[in-house]
């Protein structure tokens, strides 16, 4: 008798995990679904005259400015507004670096 009480007790305590562990993914799933949307604005100035001349392999984006990598090899340092800024970019004898 007392195993068989032992055995209900189990799947009864098995049963309420089941039903905890699905709430629990209800309630994930609900927060996947309110995840914030992003708020963005296009890149202008000279970028699309770019874009449609040689095509963007990679970009970094800096506090200040944005630096895109070109199929060509060319390296674009633009403002976050999309303006060219070539003279921020200076060479020396060991390394390149970025200069603002």
Partial sequence: MQKEQIDTDVAQNGEKEIEEAKDMMESDTEEALL??????????NNVPEILRK?????????DKFAA?????????????????????????????YLMR
């Fill in 68 to 96: 895109v990598g070109s199929r060509s090899g060319t390296v674009y340092i633009f403002d976050h507004f999309g303006s060219l800024h070539p003279e921020n970019v200076r060479f020396d004898s060991f390394l390149p």
């Fill in 54 to 62: 040689d095509m963007a392999t990679c970009m970094a984006i800096h």
């Fill in 35 to 44: 995840e914030p949307r992003f708020k963005y604005s296009r890149i202008l």
